[in-house]
């Protein structure tokens, strides 16, 4: 298996002052170990969602001043791109792992999307309390699901139908202080756990 958990050296990135300087250190360090992480995973949902899934590691090209402050691999049924469907994401911040299912506001079918979430609002709140869930994939907090009633899931998925630039992320974080503390296979086999629990997610997504 190539080496794709993440150690201090791939966190510490995110402090390098410098669009390229960090962008270097960015290919040097943390993209071999998501393009691991596509050739692993990309596979493993065609098998279980019956379509053939493409990785899509973030080259953050648009970049000309400000260096990124994350970045990740996605996954999507789409050879082209991902930010139009329904995907799944692992990447990391200066603080955390996450690992999300997500649709983010280049979607141009998050009216459908939502209105099949609100369907199946009790099963969706069922998910793993742990899981956290994002309105904004730019920003790396999230509200743990615990704190969420299905009064706070409705809001957020009506939201996500309504307005323009909603978005939806859920899954979960691992403090750089865990990931760290992760071999490559702890680290394979917690993001194939958290996957399989939010595979059904996207399969409500298409039932719509």
Not at 61 to 83: C, E, H, L, M, S
């Amino acid at each position: 298996m190539k080496q794709t958990a993440f150690d201090l050296q791939d966190f510490s990135v995110f402090s390098v002052d410098g669009l390229d300087e960090r962008m270097e250190e960015l290919k040097k360090c943390i993209r071999p170990k998501l393009e691991a992480l596509g050739e692993r995973f990309a596979p493993f949902f065609t098998e279980h969602l019956h379509e053939p899934f493409f990785h899509h590691v973030a080259k953050h090209a648009r970049r000309t001043v400000n260096p990124p402050k994350d970045t990740w691999v996605a996954f999507a049924p789409n050879k082209r791109g991902y930010k139009m469907l329904p995907h799944f994401q692992i990447g990391l911040w200066d603080s955390h792992v996450f690992i999300y299912f997500g649709l983010i506001y280049e979607c141009p079918q998050k009216t459908d999307y939502a209105n099949a979430f609100l369907q199946h609002l009790t099963e969706i709140a069922a998910l793993p309390k742990e899981f956290v869930w994002s309105t904004d994939h730019t920003n790396s907090a999230a509200a743990p699901g615990h704190t969420l009633s299905k009064k706070d899931l409705t809001a957020m998925f009506e939201r996500l139908g309504k307005v323009k630039k909603a978005e939806l992320l859920t899954g979960i974080h691992i403090p750089k202080e865990e990931a760290i503390t992760l071999s490559d296979d702890e680290f394979v086999h917690k993001i194939q756990d958290t996957f399989l629990t939010l595979l059904p997610l996207y399969k409500v997504a298409f039932q719509r």
